[in-house]
């Protein structure tokens, strides 16, 4: 049984630049939430999909936006890349109904960013 | 917004050892999770506690849920050297009515000396 899946494992991007990160939940679960985790620090709430919908955000600029599939597979995109968005970013899927009562996440082993 | 402070940074202990860390916040929790980082990998949840007061244990490992509602423990017996790696807390946040974000402590780091 496949956990959660993300593409690529690592990418350099330029300043500036636009990236896409891709993120295949596990079989079953069709909830997906992105973090974001700064080398040092623990991971820090981007924004969560469900049903094709962001059902809720953190404290991350607009630069930062996602979308979810039919499928439940999800995608986070960055915008205008500053060097302070060089992180891992974690992809991690759960069932709705986990998500309120066990908070079952499984954490994908995320996409290294670099930014120069 | 909430935040979790960890303690400590950094353990550097002899395989064998017991291991203590603990999390605080400034603001009640009503779940607090534990989670282990290794290196390359996403966090992957140990112990959930649900309930103030509340003591659980997965094999070597024991998680008390603070009687205030704001500190949570783990504790590692008997180290060896597969447990290094970064310890996280996290608890969900409540702003704007949804529990569905977690909130984690920046995390500690265990390593473990053979």
């Known amino acids: 049984d496949a956990g959660v899946t993300q593409s690529p494992t690592h990418l350099i991007k330029t300043r500036g630049q636009q990236v896409t990160l891709r993120c295949s939940p596990k079989s079953g679960h069709d909830t997906v939430s992105w973090y974001q985790q700064a080398l040092g620090q623990g991971p820090q709430f981007i924004f969560q999909?469900?049903?094709?919908?962001?059902?809720q955000r953190g404290n991350f600029p607009d630069r930062f936006s996602g979308h979810q599939f039919p499928n439940y597979s999800s995608e986070l995109n960055v915008n205008a890349l500053l060097l302070g968005d060089s992180a891992l970013y974690l992809c991690a899927s759960s069932l709705l109904q986990g998500a309120l009562t066990n908070y079952g996440y499984t954490f994908g082993s995320g996409t290294r960013l670099t930014v120069v | 917004g909430q935040q979790l402070n960890q303690s400590p940074q950094s353990m550097f202990i002899q395989e064998g050892e017991d291991v203590s860390m603990n999390c605080t916040s400034s603001?009640?929790?009503?779940?607090w999770l534990w989670y282990k980082q290794d290196p390359g990998e996403g966090p992957v949840l140990l112990i959930a506690?649900?309930?103030?007061?509340e003591l659980t244990s997965n094999g070597r490992l024991t998680a008390q849920f603070g009687i205030t509602r704001k500190d949570s423990f783990l504790n590692i017996s008997a180290s060896i050297p597969s447990d290094v790696g970064i310890y996280f807390c996290a608890g969900p946040s409540n702003s704007g009515g949804s529990n569905y974000k977690l909130t984690f402590g920046k995390g500690t780091l265990l390593t473990v000396n053979p």
């Open positions: 999909y469900y049903e094709e919908e962001e059902r």
């Open positions: 506690l649900y309930k103030a007061g």
């Open positions: 603001s009640i929790f009503n779940t």
